[in-house]
């Protein structure tokens, strides 16, 4: 059992890590451009030097939402860690984690909405770029939410021995 816990616990730092640098790294699309390598992130537009990304004024509430999303994201995932160790030495034996479970879902509701909006409506988005595909922070994203679902429903199912 404690290595049960030990293990979710190290997976649960990994994603509070990975949903840190998929959020603030800027590498969501890679195309190439006449400057050489583009990147594009949530944040900033990168080619020799980084500017704010601009977006029309259609797509702006779209950025902003999945921002916004993906920083409550990083918040309510901190916030189940912070939880899962309170709840290790204040509960009693037999209990479950049941509200370390919930803040972990919805944090992976939270990386659902963010990551989705920015497939549907920026994929393929770097302004004067071709053959663009997806970089590795939007990878992490979705590896994140992978990782919170399932750590998720293992604290909800968990029991304190």
Same mark, same amino acid.
């Given at each position: 059992?404690?290595?049960?816990?030990?293990?979710?616990?190290?997976?649960?730092?990994?994603? #509070?890590?990975?949903?840190?640098?998929?959020?603030?790294?800027?590498?969501?699309?890679?195309?190439?451009? =006449?400057?050489?390598?583009?990147?594009?992130?949530?944040?900033?537009?990168? =080619?020799?030097?980084?500017?704010?990304?601009?977006? =029309?004024?259609?797509?702006?509430?779209?950025?902003?939402?999945?921002?916004?999303?993906?920083?409550?994201?990083?918040?309510?995932?901190?916030?189940?860690?912070?939880?899962?160790?309170?709840?290790?030495?204040?509960?009693?034996?037999?209990?479950?984690?049941? #509200?370390?479970?919930?803040?972990?879902? #919805?944090?992976?509701?939270?990386?659902?909405?963010?990551?989705?909006?920015?497939?549907?409506?920026?994929?393929?988005?770097?302004?004067?770029?071709? =053959?663009?595909?997806?970089?590795?922070?939007?990878?992490?994203?979705?590896?994140?939410?992978?990782?919170?679902?399932?750590?998720?429903?293992?604290?909800?199912?968990?029991?304190?021995?």
């Amino acid at each position: 059992m404690l290595v049960l816990l030990a293990g979710i616990f190290v997976v649960h730092i990994a994603t #509070v890590i990975m949903l840190f640098v998929s959020t603030i790294s800027n590498v969501w699309m890679v195309g190439s451009s =006449n400057f050489g390598a583009a990147t594009s992130g949530l944040w900033q537009l990168c =080619n020799k030097s980084c500017t704010e990304l601009v977006v =029309n004024s259609d797509d702006e509430a779209s950025l902003k939402t999945v921002q916004a999303f993906m920083i409550l994201s990083i918040i309510f995932s901190v916030i189940a860690l912070i939880m899962f160790i309170v709840q290790l030495f204040t509960l009693e034996k037999g209990k479950r984690f049941y #509200v370390t479970g919930a803040f972990m879902l #919805v944090c992976w509701l939270c990386i659902l909405i963010g990551v989705s909006i920015y497939t549907a409506r920026f994929t393929g988005h770097i302004p004067l770029s071709t =053959n663009t595909h997806h970089g590795y922070c939007f990878i992490l994203a979705w590896i994140c939410f992978c990782f919170s679902f399932i750590i998720g429903i293992l604290y909800l199912v968990l029991r304190k021995k």
